[in-house]
C-alpha cells in the first residue's frame, strides 16, 4: 500500500506558484483604486475595484524567470536571515546557549511544576523573541531524560519544548522571521501592536502550564498512565552532564542579552529596521565569538555554518515571494482579494476576522515555514484587511496565531517532528496528547480575533 508523502515545501511553494500561473490565465484581471492614509501607508479603496479588460498575458516562460526575480525581489530580508543564522551558529557553537539552558532545566530538577513551568516560559520565550526553533530539537534528549527522572515522561519533555516554541510564535513580540516580515509587507511600524500579544502570551502560556502539568502529575502518579509506557524508544537513559557554565560563558550569554536589548531600543526609539538589525546581529556574532575566545577564523567557519543551516529558509522566503510576483504580473492579486473580501465580508467585522484566522490555520499545514507563510498569505491579507475596513494589525496578528498555534500539530512542522523523534514519541500518540490543548488555544485564538476588532487593535 502506497504512503502518502509530504512534498518538500519547495515543492509545495513552486506548485503553488505554477497555480498562480495557471491563475493569471483563468482570472481576469483587476485591480483597486488605492490612496495614502493619514500613516502614510498605501491602502486599497473599498468598493473600487474594476476588471483590466486590456491586460497582457503572461508568457510560460515567466515560470522560470520568476524565481531569480523573486530571490531579487526579497533579497533584503534573505540577507537578514542568512545574518541572523550566522550569529545563531557562533552563539550556539561556544556551548553557552546549551550550558545555560541546562543549568536553568536542572536547577529545578526537584520541583517538577516549577520545571515545566520554567521551561515552557523559557523556550517560548526565545521564539517570541529571536525565533528559536530548531535549535530546542538538540535539546529533546537532555529534557527527556530529566523528565524521566522525576518520574514524567517523555511526552511531559516533548511538550515543553514543543507548545513553548508554538506559544512564542503564536503571540510573538520581535521574532524577526514571522512578526517583522509580516509586518513589513502589511506596511506596518516593527513591534507595533505588541501590547496586546503580551496580553495574549500569558493566559496561552497558563492554558500550556496546566495542560502539560495535569499529565506530568497524573504521569508521576501512575507510571501506566503515560502515553509511551510501551515505547522502547521514549524512554530515554539520564544523558551525561552537560557543559559547566563557566564565567566566559555566562559573559558570552550576557553580551548578546545587551545587544537584544539594542535591538529593543533601535527599533522602539530609532526605526530601526533590517539593514540597522542585520548589522546588530552581525555584531553579536563577532562580540560572541571573540569573548568565548576563538580565533576569528573560527568565528568566520560558524558563522558560515550557521548561515548555510538557514539557507534552505532563505530560498524559501525566495519561492514564497514567487507566488506574490507571480500574481502581479498576471494583475491578478486584487481580483483574489476582491473575490475573498465578498464571503468574509458577509460575515461582519468580529467574523471576518476569525474567518482569515482559520483560513492562515489551513494554510500553515501547506506552507509550514512561518516565514514562507508570511510572503504567501499577508499580500493577500492586508488588503483584505482594507477592504474590510478592519485595520491591518488584525491581519497580521490572524496570520501570527494561525502560524504559530498550529505548529503543536502539523505533521509537516520540522521542528514538531523533529523534537518528536529525538524524545521518541510517535505522531499518534502525540496527537492522543494534544488536541485538547490544541482545541483550546484554537478558541482562545478565534476569541482573541473578536476582541482585537472590538478594541480597534491598531
Same mark, same amino acid.
Given at each position: 500500500?502506497?504512503?502518502?508523502?509530504?512534498?518538500?515545501?519547495?515543492?509545495?511553494?513552486?506548485?503553488?506558484?505554477?497555480?498562480?500561473?495557471?491563475?493569471?490565465?483563468?482570472?481576469?484581471?483587476?485591480?483597486?483604486?488605492?490612496?495614502?492614509?493619514?500613516?502614510?501607508?498605501?491602502?486599497?479603496?473599498?468598493?473600487?475595484?474594476?476588471?483590466?479588460?486590456?491586460?497582457?498575458?503572461?508568457?510560460?516562460?515567466?515560470?522560470?524567470?520568476?524565481?531569480?526575480?523573486?530571490?531579487?525581489?526579497?533579497?533584503?530580508?534573505?540577507?537578514?536571515?542568512?545574518?541572523?543564522?550566522?550569529?545563531?551558529?557562533?552563539?550556539?557553537?561556544?556551548?553557552?546557549?546549551?550550558?545555560?539552558?541546562?543549568?536553568?532545566?536542572?536547577?529545578?530538577?526537584?520541583?517538577?511544576?516549577?520545571?515545566?513551568?520554567?521551561?515552557?516560559?523559557?523556550?517560548?520565550?526565545?521564539?517570541?523573541?529571536?525565533?528559536?526553533?530548531?535549535?530546542?530539537?538538540?535539546?529533546?534528549?537532555?529534557?527527556?531524560?530529566?523528565?524521566?527522572?522525576?518520574?514524567?515522561?517523555?511526552?511531559?519533555?516533548?511538550?515543553?519544548?514543543?507548545?513553548?516554541?508554538?506559544?512564542?510564535?503564536?503571540?510573538?513580540?520581535?521574532?524577526?522571521?514571522?512578526?517583522?516580515?509580516?509586518?513589513?509587507?502589511?506596511?506596518?511600524?516593527?513591534?507595533?501592536?505588541?501590547?496586546?500579544?503580551?496580553?495574549?502570551?500569558?493566559?496561552?502560556?497558563?492554558?500550556?502550564?496546566?495542560? @502539560?502539568?495535569?499529565?506530568?502529575?497524573?504521569?508521576?502518579?501512575?507510571?501506566?498512565?503515560?502515553?509511551?509506557?510501551?515505547?522502547?524508544?521514549?524512554?530515554?537513559?539520564?544523558?551525561?552532564?552537560?557543559?559547566?557554565?563557566?564565567?566566559?560563558?555566562?559573559?558570552?550569554?550576557?553580551?548578546?542579552?545587551?545587544?537584544?536589548?539594542i535591538v529593543v531600543w533601535g527599533i522602539i526609539t530609532r526605526g530601526w529596521y533590517l539593514e540597522e538589525l542585520g548589522a546588530t546581529f552581525f555584531a553579536m556574532a563577532i562580540v560572541a565569538g571573540l569573548v568565548a575566545g576563538q580565533s576569528v577564523n573560527t568565528i568566520a567557519k560558524e558563522f558560515s555554518t550557521g548561515a548555510a543551516a538557514l539557507a534552505g529558509t532563505a530560498l524559501m522566503i525566495g519561492f514564497a515571494r514567487s507566488i506574490q510576483v507571480m500574481l502581479d504580473d498576471g494583475q491578478?492579486?486584487?481580483?483574489?482579494?476582491?473575490?475573498?473580501?465578498?464571503?468574509?465580508?458577509?460575515?461582519?467585522?468580529?467574523?471576518?476576522? @476569525?474567518?482569515?484566522?482559520?483560513?492562515?490555520?489551513?494554510?500553515?499545514?501547506?506552507?509550514?515555514?512561518?516565514?514562507?507563510?508570511?510572503?504567501?498569505?499577508?499580500?493577500?491579507?492586508?488588503?483584505?484587511?482594507?477592504?474590510?475596513?478592519?485595520?491591518?494589525?488584525?491581519?497580521?496578528?490572524?496570520?501570527?496565531?494561525?502560524?504559530?498555534?498550529?505548529?503543536?500539530?502539523?505533521?509537516?512542522?520540522?521542528?514538531?517532528?523533529?523534537?518528536?523523534?529525538?524524545?521518541?514519541?510517535?505522531?499518534?500518540?502525540?496527537?492522543?496528547?494534544?488536541?485538547?490543548?490544541?482545541?483550546? @488555544?484554537?478558541?482562545?485564538?478565534?476569541?482573541?480575533?473578536?476582541?482585537?476588532?472590538?478594541?480597534?487593535?491598531?
Amino acid at each position: 500500500m502506497l504512503k502518502f508523502r509530504v512534498p518538500h515545501t519547495l515543492v509545495l511553494l513552486y506548485g503553488m506558484t505554477v497555480i498562480a500561473f495557471a491563475l493569471t490565465w483563468l482570472l481576469p484581471a483587476g485591480s483597486y483604486s488605492t490612496e495614502v492614509n493619514d500613516a502614510g501607508r498605501e491602502v486599497v479603496v473599498p468598493g473600487t475595484f474594476q476588471v483590466i479588460e486590456d491586460a497582457p498575458e503572461v508568457p510560460v516562460s515567466s515560470l522560470v524567470t520568476v524565481i531569480p526575480r523573486a530571490l531579487e525581489s526579497a533579497q533584503s530580508i534573505i540577507f537578514f536571515v542568512l545574518i541572523i543564522g550566522g550569529a545563531l551558529g557562533v552563539l550556539q557553537s561556544t556551548g553557552a546557549v546549551d550550558a545555560g539552558l541546562a543549568r536553568l532545566l536542572r536547577r529545578f530538577d526537584a520541583r517538577p511544576g516549577l520545571l515545566v513551568g520554567i521551561g515552557l516560559l523559557s523556550f517560548s520565550l526565545g521564539s517570541s523573541s529571536i525565533g528559536m526553533g530548531e535549535e530546542y530539537i538538540a535539546l529533546g534528549a537532555v529534557l527527556a531524560a530529566l523528565c524521566i527522572a522525576l518520574r514524567m515522561d517523555a511526552v511531559t519533555a516533548a511538550a515543553i519544548l514543543v507548545i513553548g516554541n508554538s506559544i512564542g510564535y503564536g503571540a510573538a513580540v520581535l521574532n524577526p522571521f514571522t512578526v517583522l516580515i509580516a509586518q513589513d509587507i502589511a506596511e506596518l511600524p516593527p513591534l507595533s501592536g505588541s501590547g496586546y500579544r503580551i496580553a495574549l502570551f500569558l493566559p496561552l502560556l497558563g492554558l500550556g502550564f496546566l495542560h @502539560v502539568w495535569r499529565y506530568g502529575r497524573r504521569v508521576r502518579r501512575n507510571a501506566a498512565a503515560s502515553l509511551v509506557v510501551d515505547i522502547p524508544e521514549a524512554q530515554v537513559a539520564l544523558a551525561e552532564e552537560p557543559p559547566p557554565l563557566t564565567g566566559r560563558m555566562q559573559a558570552v550569554l550576557w553580551s548578546a542579552l545587551i545587544l537584544l536589548g539594542i535591538v529593543v531600543w533601535g527599533i522602539i526609539t530609532r526605526g530601526w529596521y533590517l539593514e540597522e538589525l542585520g548589522a546588530t546581529f552581525f555584531a553579536m556574532a563577532i562580540v560572541a565569538g571573540l569573548v568565548a575566545g576563538q580565533s576569528v577564523n573560527t568565528i568566520a567557519k560558524e558563522f558560515s555554518t550557521g548561515a548555510a543551516a538557514l539557507a534552505g529558509t532563505a530560498l524559501m522566503i525566495g519561492f514564497a515571494r514567487s507566488i506574490q510576483v507571480m500574481l502581479d504580473d498576471g494583475q491578478i492579486l486584487h481580483t483574489i482579494v476582491h473575490g475573498l473580501s465578498e464571503p468574509l465580508g458577509a460575515l461582519g467585522s468580529a467574523g471576518s476576522a @476569525v474567518g482569515m484566522f482559520w483560513l492562515q490555520c489551513g494554510i500553515n499545514f501547506a506552507v509550514p515555514s512561518g516565514s514562507g507563510q508570511a510572503y504567501v498569505t499577508m499580500p493577500l491579507m492586508a488588503p483584505i484587511a482594507d477592504v474590510l475596513a478592519l485595520p491591518r494589525q488584525v491581519a497580521v496578528l490572524a496570520y501570527q496565531l494561525g502560524d504559530g498555534l498550529t505548529t503543536m500539530i502539523n505533521p509537516a512542522d520540522p521542528v514538531l517532528m523533529g523534537i518528536l523523534g529525538v524524545c521518541g514519541v510517535p505522531y499518534g500518540r502525540w496527537l492522543r496528547f494534544i488536541w485538547p490543548l490544541a482545541a483550546q @488555544v484554537l478558541l482562545f485564538g478565534s476569541a482573541a480575533m473578536v476582541l482585537a476588532v472590538l478594541i480597534g487593535y491598531s
